[in-house]
C-alpha cells in the first residue's frame, strides 16, 4: 500500500503558514500595545508585576510579540522553501511565544475558553491548526518539482 501524501499546491501550503503568519501579528501588536503603552492598565499602586509602570515584565511581553512575529515570519519563509525542520522549528517557538505572552497578558485565559464564542474557538483552532498542517505538508509538493538539473534547456 502507498502512503505516500498527494499532490498539495505549494500556494495553499504556504497559505496556511500564512494563517500562522497572521497570528504572529496579532502577538505582535498586543505585544507592542499591552507592553509598551498601556502598561498598567487601570491603577498602577498595588501588589505584583501588573501594578507597577516600571516592571521588567513589561518589556519582556514587547520582547515575546516580536519573537512570535519574526517566528511567524520565518515559519512562512521556510514552508515556502519547503524545509520542514526549519518551519517546525519556527513553528515551536512562534506557539511558544504567543502561549508565554497570552498567559503573560491573561493567567486566567484556559480557564475561561467556555466564554468564547464558536467564532472566536474556530480562529483559535485555525491559528494553530493552520500552520501544523502546513509545517506536515511543507515538502509534499518537492517531490513534483523538476530539479534545476533536469530541465530542458531552451535552444537559442
Known sequence: MNWAMPHVPRVFIVALAFVGWLWSGWALLAGLLWGAALRCDEACDGQGWRRSLDAWQWNGIVVLGVVAFIAGTALVIFVWRR??????????????????????????????????????????????????????????????????????????
Open 83 to 156: 524545509r520542514r525542520a526549519y518551519a517546525a522549528a519556527a513553528l515551536v517557538i512562534e506557539l511558544g511565544a504567543v502561549l508565554v505572552l497570552g498567559t503573560a497578558l491573561s493567567p486566567e485565559w484556559l480557564e475561561h475558553l467556555d466564554r468564547r464564542s464558536v467564532g472566536e474557538l474556530a480562529a483559535m483552532l485555525a491559528g494553530i491548526a493552520a500552520p501544523i498542517v502546513a509545517v506536515v505538508l511543507a515538502n509534499s509538493s518537492a517531490r513534483h518539482a523538476t530539479p534545476r538539473a533536469q530541465r530542458p534547456t531552451e535552444s537559442p
